[in-house]
């Protein structure tokens, strides 16, 4: 029986920033209304000439340069992503080309803030099957593209940036990797968060605020009981990245202790399928995060979407 374990985690968050302060400049607002209803200082955002990809790039290397492998290990390629350079081809051929590659699967998955965890999903059942040995898993957005900087109630949150994973097949008992993963999905709320056709991001906020609280709960309580672990079996909890308040209101609700979350969100903001996988880096690379680690990642987005991972690290 094959198990999935991370053999390699990395990202790459552009170096441009947009503060609360300089949204002050652009649109009605306030730092002191930002930071309060939402928690976010500042913005990560790419350079003009940073296409997703770009970025996908240099996070997909350094995961496999953590992983100890090379691209010609990769059984396939998945990215999670909502902003591909181009609505065709994908992202995740443009990586086969740029990372050399053998002439591999390779598929982007639109499946907004959870195209990461749809994505890992994905691998674990590939690597499960026997199929792959080595799958990259990459969330990579570019939201500033799609933001409308006239718009106050949605540019104070998003942002653009990168993370992977590379998971590997092992049969080793001592080594559990991904215990559980669920993604779900309810078109009823398709309207309360939407691109509009060739245009920016629509979002009913307040309606998304309470779905997601809900939806990130719901699942991440599942998980729990489909794994028969409790809160006391988790080390870290790393919620997608979308509001200080989600991500607390949700904490609370599932009684995870303040210390056991892991928030990038302050100095990030929300750069969609990214922000769990650049959450898990940074707090490796910070050395919160260590091997033998349990960890439960939830997530939500436009669709609606929903879904949560339980996995040893
Ligand atoms: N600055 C100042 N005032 C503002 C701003 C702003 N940037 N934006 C809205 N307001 C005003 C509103 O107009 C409203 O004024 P009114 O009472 O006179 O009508 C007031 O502030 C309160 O607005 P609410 O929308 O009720 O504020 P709320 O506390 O809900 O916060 C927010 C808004 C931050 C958008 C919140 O609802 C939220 O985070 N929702 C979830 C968003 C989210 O997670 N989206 C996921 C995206 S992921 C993806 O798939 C891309």
Redesign the pocket.
Same mark, same amino acid.
């Given at each position: 029986m094959y198990k999935t374990r991370i053999a390699g985690v990395g990202s790459y968050i552009p170096e441009g920033r947009l503060t609360n302060h300089d949204?002050e400049q652009m649109?009605?607002?306030?730092d002191d209304?930002?930071v309060t209803? &939402?928690g976010i200082s500042a913005r990560s955002i790419a350079a003009p000439d940073q296409y997703t990809s770009d970025l996908a790039f240099l996070a997909a290397q350094r995961a496999l340069a953590d992983a100890g492998l090379t691209a010609e290990d990769l059984d396939m390629i998945l990215v999670g992503t909502?902003t591909p350079d181009h609505p065709f081809p994908s992202v995740a051929c443009q990586l086969q080309h740029r990372l050399g590659c053998r002439a591999i699967s390779a598929v982007d998955l639109h499946v &907004?803030?959870v195209g990461f965890l749809s994505a890992l999903e994905t691998a674990d059942a590939f690597i499960r099957s026997g199929k792959c040995r080595h799958i990259l898993v990459v969330g990579a957005d570019n939201?500033s593209r799609i933001t409308d900087y006239t718009d106050?109630? &949605?540019?104070?949150?998003?942002s653009d940036g990168a993370g992977a994973f590379v998971v590997s097949q092992t049969a080793d008992p001592s080594h559990p990797g991904i215990l559980h993963t669920a993604t779900h999905a309810n078109g009823e709320h398709y309207f309360s968060?939407y691109q509009e056709r060739g245009g920016s991001?629509k979002?009913d906020?307040?309606k998304?605020?309470k779905l997601?609280v809900t939806a990130m709960t719901e699942t991440t309580k599942q998980t729990l009981e489909a794994t028969g672990k409790t809160i006391a079996d988790i080390d870290w909890l790393i919620p997608?990245q979308? *509001?200080q308040?989600?991500i607390d209101a949700v904490a609370e609700h599932c009684e995870v202790p303040n210390e056991k979350v892991i928030s990038t969100i302050k100095y990030l903001g *929300?750069n969609?399928s990214a922000t769990i996988p650049i959450a898990f880096d940074l707090a490796r690379q910070d050395g919160r995060i260590k091997r033998g680690d349990t960890l439960l990642l939830t997530a939500?987005?436009?669709g609606l979407v929903w879904g949560s991972a339980l996995l040893q690290f």
């Open positions: 949204l649109v009605e607002t306030s209304w930002i209803r &939402t909502e &907004t803030c939201l106050r109630t &949605t540019c104070i949150l998003f968060l991001i979002m906020g307040r998304i605020f997601a997608h979308a *509001n308040r989600i *929300n969609s939500f987005g436009g």
